[in-house]
């Protein structure tokens, strides 16, 4: 099955019966508290290309940058910019999480299949190449770690010449097809009870990988944890928030890795 029919049945998967009432998805559990938001380290960015936002953190005179693409709740997701800003804390990466959505995030009032066919990550990923491009005028390479949603956005960018390294968090819309066609080390965390991406799918996508042996990989399923365990979690679960944490450290290794 290609890239645009599995999105369209991902699609259908959330239709909503009668326009009024959500079909269960866990792409949907857990919507960030945006109240929640504490200190930051960085700030929005105005006028990048393509009229791009952004959240950035980290030395802007770092050679390497780290784009992170967020879930369907888009850039201002607190737990998303308190991973940025991690990321940045590390010395080693300008953190770059742009507003994809241009000032239209998913919101719990509206009905998901629909909103997403306004919202393609295949069309986003495209619409970021002068973003990327700017990025990369002041920089040696450039990682991406994506989110649910943004893991297919990730995926799409790891078939260009636009990245060194991938990493792809829960992913959802993520087909076969895109495994085979990604050109660089990509790193893919699972969780045991996804519902959007299960276990099953991600062992088929490293079974792919294993196959190909012409890029380095790396396949994990976290336990007892569901999609958007790493980005969009119960902040006062201690077992939540500890695979939240090994997530980013997995995620930090394999940028530490590949991204030079």
Known sequence: MGSTSMFFLCLAMVHVAAGTVHEHSQCIDNPPDLSLRGVEAGKVMDGLPRGFRAYVTGPSHSKQAIVLASDVYGFESPILRKIADEVAMTGHYYVVVPDFFHGDPYNDSRILSEWLKSHSPV??????????????????????????????????????EDVEVVVLSHPSLLTNDDIKEVKWPIEILGAQNDTITPPE????????????????????????????????YNTTDPFAVKSAEKALAYMLDWFHKYLK
């Open 123 to 160: 069309e986003a990923a495209q619409d970021a190449k002068a973003l990327f491009a700017a990025l990369k005028k002041d920089r040696k390479s450039i990682g991406v770690g994506g989110y649910c949603w943004g893991g297919k956005v990730a995926a799409e960018i790891a078939k260009t």
């Open 201 to 232: 799918q991600v062992l088929q996508f490293k079974q792919i990988l294993k196959e190909r042996m012409e890029i380095p990989y790396f396949v994990k399923i976290f336990p007892k944890v569901a999609h958007g365990f790493a980005c969009r």
